[in-house]
């Protein structure tokens, strides 16, 4: 999504190249700031809760649609206007889908990053254009990541926790504050050695692989954005692998997914986490060959 601020120069150098600009210049800007300043006026619809609207004109069994309603996040009951959604419904799926796109487009944000202590390496993707369509870079560290990985992290650590922004830094941005802490404490409470957590952009599931032959971790677990849908764009999910190398089957990983407000708590998330590493550990196995 563009910023304000790429709006203002992007106009601003439009008018540049424009006779008389001067005047023009400054009614645009005032027209912009304007338009910018109503937009915070406006209600953020993505944020009320779908399963506690009922859309249905004089439904038969209120009561009873509700509970059926509150069962699920998808978009039951939503009425209609003739033959096509009414006017609510439409703007709350392109408002969502909009929220969906935000999610993949955007980066994790330097002050969340920063407020967890977290050091940013990268894939060998170059963009995010590049890491949607070669999902082959974002699976492997860059030269650079794997020296500064070495450089900055503890070796050979026990367990190996990093957090990843996937398809979805919204995921990473609204859940990590909470799930990160939850988990490291989870693990030392269990006595278990953690390694130094980072952050690795543009980064696919399968990177872990890399990271766990790059630092010799025994178990690498990625909290990483999932991809966003309709019903959310702040799902993340654990991966954990038991002696991961690049190549490892895809069936040897545990994951705990659907963690966001309306799944998985953050925290709660965090706590089970950590007692399945404590489990992958005793069984000295994960994914298909663990049995829990």
Known sequence: MISEKELKDIISQVLKEMDGEGKALEKVKERVEKTLSNLEEVEDITKIDLREVIDVVNPKNREELL??????????????AGTRYTTSTMLRFRADHASAQDAVFTDVSDEVLAKNNLFTVQTRCNSKDE????????????????????????QNPTVQVYVSDGLSSTAVEVNVENILPALLNGLKAYGIDTGTPFFLKYGRVAASDDVAETLGATVTCVLIGERPGLATAESMSAYITYKGYVGIPEAKRTVVSNIHEKGTPAVEAGAHVAHIIKKILDAKASGQDLKL
Do not use: N
């Not at 509970?67 to 039951?76: E, N, Q």
């Not at 890491?131 to 503890?154: H, M, N, Q, W």
């Open 67 to 80: 509970k059926y309603k509150r069962k699920t996040p998808a978009r039951v009951g939503i009425g209609r």
């Open 131 to 154: 890491y949607i369509t070669r999902p082959d870079l974002g699976r492997r560290l860059s030269d650079e990541a794997v020296k500064v990985l070495k450089e900055r992290c503890k």
